[in-house]
């Protein structure tokens, strides 16, 4: 399904992302731990093109691209194989929480106003939104904007969706509703990629966990092995601030 190899990022200087290279399955959860500063939102934002790297090479789904070299058609291919949750919602404000779920059909997939709004209204029913289809950001809550934002990246019926701590923004009465949602897209065998600190997410939800360090992947494994038994100190030391047991 994904085929990542040698994503280098560097930025003034200093490399961010080591070459790293990455295999996802399809229908597949991945959720990647770490340090802040060790280049796990960079290895997103790479991914979606949202950053350009310096070096690598990604397939999904049979369509290859540079992404150190590629030019705006490719870019465009790989976002409608990509759907991007950013931890900070990134809503238009001036546009209504309907509306913000259509914007991506209408001018990336080009359909018809009519129908990307039914298909948004859909998209609200299925994340218990409905009733604030005609509600701007600034009404909503937390919670409520990220599963809009969700919403949004659902509407692209996208190969991958990469969320970037979806939760850290919120507050704490807002992040089982959001973790909820995601809960109910990997039920549905949505390919993910998730950067995290909840690590009961991690527990219940991933198929496998990845630790990165220095901008590296330093160690991965199923959550049931990683998370109980990591092998790498630096792995160690990490869980032992965040899972005071292990």
């Given at each position: 399904?994904?085929?990542?190899?040698?994503?280098?990022?560097?930025y003034n200087?200093q490399?961010?992302?080591?070459?790293?290279?990455?295999?996802?399955?399809?229908?597949?959860?991945?959720?990647?731990?770490?340090?802040?500063?060790?280049?796990?939102?960079?290895?997103?934002?790479?991914?979606?093109?949202?950053?350009?790297p310096?070096a690598?090479?990604?397939?999904?789904?049979?369509?290859?691209?540079?992404?150190?070299?590629?030019?705006?058609?490719?870019?465009?291919?790989?976002?409608?194989r990509?759907?991007?949750?950013?931890?900070?919602?990134?809503?238009?404000?001036?546009?209504?929480?309907?509306?913000n779920?259509?914007?991506?059909?209408?001018?990336?997939?080009?359909?018809?106003?009519?129908?990307a709004?039914?298909?948004?209204?859909?998209?609200?029913?299925?994340i218990?939104?409905?009733?604030?289809?005609g509600a701007?950001?600034?009404?909503?809550?937390?919670?409520?904007?990220?599963?809009?934002?969700?919403?949004?990246?659902?509407?692209?019926?996208?190969?991958?969706?990469?969320?970037?701590?979806?939760?850290s923004?919120?507050?704490?009465e807002?992040?089982?509703?959001?973790?909820?949602?995601?809960?109910?897209?990997?039920?549905?065998?949505?390919t993910?990629?998730?950067?995290?600190?909840?690590?009961?997410?991690?527990?219940?939800?991933?198929?496998r966990?990845?630790?990165?360090?220095?901008?590296?992947?330093?160690?991965?494994?199923?959550?049931?092995?990683?998370?109980?038994?990591?092998?790498?100190?630096r792995?160690?030391?990490?869980?032992?601030?965040?899972?005071?047991a292990?």
């Open positions: 399904m994904i085929t990542l190899r040698n994503l280098t990022k560097v200087g490399t961010v992302l080591d070459g790293i290279d990455l295999d996802i399955q399809k229908g597949e959860i991945v959720v990647i731990l770490g340090p802040s500063g060790t280049g796990k939102s960079t290895l997103l934002r790479c991914l979606n093109l949202l950053e350009t310096e690598g090479t990604l397939e999904i789904d049979g369509f290859h691209i540079d992404l150190a070299r590629h030019n705006g058609k490719q870019a465009i291919e790989l976002r409608k990509t759907s991007f949750v950013f931890q900070n919602y990134a809503l238009f404000a001036n546009k209504t929480a309907r509306d779920i259509a914007e991506g059909l209408i001018t990336v997939w080009k359909k018809p106003k009519a129908e709004r039914a298909e948004a209204m859909r998209i609200l029913g299925d218990g939104l409905a009733e604030k289809a701007y950001p600034s009404s909503l809550s937390g919670g409520q904007q990220q599963r809009v934002g969700i919403g949004r990246a659902m509407a692209s019926h996208a190969k991958v969706m990469l969320f970037d701590e979806p939760t923004a919120l507050d704490p807002w992040v089982d509703e959001v973790l909820g949602l995601m809960k109910k897209l990997a039920l549905a065998h949505q993910m990629v998730v950067v995290t600190h909840e690590i009961g997410f991690a527990r219940d939800v991933a198929d966990v990845i630790f990165m360090d220095g901008g590296r992947i330093v160690e991965q494994g199923p959550p049931a092995t990683l998370l109980t038994n990591p092998q790498d100190p792995t160690r030391a990490f869980l032992r601030k965040v899972l005071p292990a």
